[in-house]
């Protein structure tokens, strides 16, 4: 599975009722909030071996499953 079907696997747990576009902003949908945007940090982590810096933790990085993934594909190259 690639990068981004992984992202688009987890965030789907928690938007069950909402398909997200590669470049919705998953902020502006409402569903966001501090706990969620830990695990999604903690899911990145551990999934793809990568460690967010403290630079990498801005909502820009995280807003879509495209910035998602790049911030990601950045890491693993």
Do not use: P, Y
């Not at 992202?7 to 909030?33: M, P, T």
């Not at 403290?54 to 890491?75: A, C, G, P, R, Y």
């Amino acid at each position: 599975m690639e990068v981004k079907e992984k992202v688009k696997s987890f965030l789907g747990r928690f938007f069950r009722k909402h398909e997200i576009d590669d470049d919705e902003d998953i902020f502006s949908l409402g569903f966001v909030n501090s706990l969620f945007a830990m695990q999604l940090v903690m899911f990145v982590e551990k999934e793809f071996g990568i460690l967010i810096s403290n630079e990498d933790l801005d909502t820009e990085n995280f807003k879509t499953v495209n910035k998602i993934t790049s911030l990601i594909e950045s890491k693993i190259k």
